[in-house]
């Protein structure tokens, strides 16, 4: 297959496209299996790599996606470009809407109309967590502009291509900066001895963005379209996860102080029980979700491999 991954200079299309090049590579030492040619679109983070085929462009300059589609004739184009910090798009709601919402409808129209398919990336967020446990069939009420932009590029993706996958997700892993996810914001400050707060009224279920994308690369390969729940098996407190992360790399526990998010000084609201139920994905894909702590076994067995280090050698100019 051919797979466009938009955002690949960030935590999720970074991981996707190298995920989606291994399986390339072992293909080609195994019989059968899927063989993956992989492009990733990156904008003010140039990439340095072999694994993949990389293309610098502003998907927001008039023309650049038509003309993107057009050159690469994608089979499958995963669309992990957006403006996805929580205050930055309260700072910027004009262009949180031009990437959150303008461009994903963008490209679900003429991914449409090449005969591709697409997958979009959705949020947790979209909904108030006041109950929690969500399901696809849950009514959102998003609470920040990073959350309402997403639920209106849920609906503009969904309105000109019925037959795109919608995926809300939440996730954690190793990132190009060292700094994009929950989990290294823990490591880096657990590693110096510096100590922090961890949230214990925000509950969430995240995956680690690796097993996040042999998930959605498997939800393509069985055919799914439409809305889907992908977040880990079980949920937890983000004070809990700090501490959980803490013992795989037996880091000082005491270093996290339980916090509420009022203290927190953060700039948008954030909703407490962000906890997704998975249960259709399950049932469609016929498998279980990976557990938090099966995800944390799998970080830190990355750790130990050099895969943070590995990563970040692939940035430059910046
Ligand atoms: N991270 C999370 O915890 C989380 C949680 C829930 C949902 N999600 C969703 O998952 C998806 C991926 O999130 P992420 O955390 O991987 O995002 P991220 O790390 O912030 O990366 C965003 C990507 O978008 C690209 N981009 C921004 N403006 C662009 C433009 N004008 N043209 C082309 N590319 C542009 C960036 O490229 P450059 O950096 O090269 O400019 C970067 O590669 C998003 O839809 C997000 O809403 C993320």
């Known amino acids: 297959m051919r797979i466009l991954i938009t955002g690949a200079s960030g935590l999720l299309g970074l991981n996707l496209a190298l995920e989606a090049a291994r399986i390339r590579q072992q293909a080609g030492t195994a019989d059968g299996g899927q063989v993956h040619q992989v492009t990733g679109i990156v904008n003010s983070h140039p990439l340095r790599t072999e694994a993949f085929e990389v293309i610098t462009a502003d998907l927001l300059l008039p023309g650049k996606v038509e003309q993107l589609l057009a050159d690469n004739k994608p089979d499958w184009v995963i669309n992990c470009a957006a403006l996805a910090l929580v205050d930055a798009c309260e700072a910027d709601p004009q262009l949180a809407y031009r990437l959150n919402v303008e461009l994903p409808e963008k490209l679900a129209l003429y991914v449409a109309r090449g005969g591709a398919r697409l997958v979009h990336l959705s949020t947790d967020a979209v909904f108030d967590g006041k109950t929690g446990n969500y399901t696809e069939k849950d009514q959102p009420n998003p609470l920040s502009v990073y959350a309402r932009t997403k639920l209106a590029g849920e609906q503009a993706v969904a309105g000109v291509n019925p037959e795109a996958l919608i995926a809300r997700v939440n996730l954690f892993g190793w990132s190009l900066s060292g700094k994009r996810s ?23 279920c995240p995956l680690l963005v690796n097993d996040l994308a042999h998930i959605l690369l498997n939800m393509l390969e069985t055919g799914l379209t439409g809305l889907y ?47 997704l139920s998975s249960a259709r994905l399950a049932r469609d894909l016929g498998v279980s979700l990976p557990t938090v702590s099966s995800g944390l076994d799998r970080f830190y067995e990355l750790f130990q491999q050099g895969y943070p280090q590995y990563i970040k050698g692939m940035a430059y100019g910046n």
Request: aromatic share 16%; net charge negative; with cysteine.
């Open 229 to 275: 729940h992908v977040v880990s098996s079980d949920c937890l407190s983000k004070y809990d996860f700090g501490m959980s992360l803490a013992r795989h790399f037996s880091f000082d526990q005491n270093l996290i102080t339980p916090a509420s998010v009022s203290e927190g000084n953060l700039l948008a609201a954030r909703s407490p029980y962000l906890t």
């Open 182 to 204: 929950l989990a290294e914001w823990f490591f880096n400050n657990l590693q110096a001895g510096q100590p922090l707060k961890g949230f214990t009224d925000v509950f969430f």
